[in-house]
């Protein structure tokens, strides 16, 4: 399947054979395009990235099953099989955090325009959005900061931020929220 961008959809590059040693299963799309991009842009190791969602959903199942919700590690699981294949889990934003990819942009987003930034704290703060879950309001923030800075699209979903390089500056992905990330990501070298 062709886009009509005239790139392979998402769902469709489970058919392809791995290009890399490596895999990396997230949760879906949005995550795919995030780690593509963050790997692209801090010259990582490269790895085949898949969406847990579609063909692979049996993989995100097994992944559910021994972290389940709520269960997550206290710290990255690194090479955790003596035998091939080695397997490894990382929990984002981090272990002992809880969170999401939203939630982990918001800081890169802010700081790529403080003032647009500045305006959203403002509207989540007259919404009284400190008294939402995290998740809510990570999203909600984000959500916001992106719709008043993407003039083209207001609605543009996260992971074309990622995957068109044009909208690069909106969440720089060589900001310091992100290095705990590519230094566990770089450790695979």
Known sequence: ????????????????????????????????????????????????????????????????????????????LRRTLKTRPRVTALMVPWTEERGHLERLCCDAAKYSD??????????????RADNWTQSRFGKAWLRTNLAARCERDPFVPLGVIFEEKRYADMIPLDHPSFKRIADFLSSFA
């Open 1 to 76: 399947m062709v886009s009509s961008r005239g790139r392979r959809s998402v769902a469709d590059q489970s058919k392809d054979k791995p290009k890399f040693p490596r895999l990396l299963i997230c949760e879906g799309p949005e995550d795919r395009f995030f780690f593509h991009r963050l790997i692209e842009v801090r010259n990582l190791p490269r790895f085949h990235i898949w969406p847990a969602g579609g063909r692979h959903a049996d993989s995100g199942e097994h992944i559910e099953r021994v972290f389940g919700p709520g269960t997550a590690p206290n710290a990255p």
């Open 114 to 127: 403080k003032a647009v930034g500045g305006h959203v704290d403002t509207l989540m703060g007259l919404l």
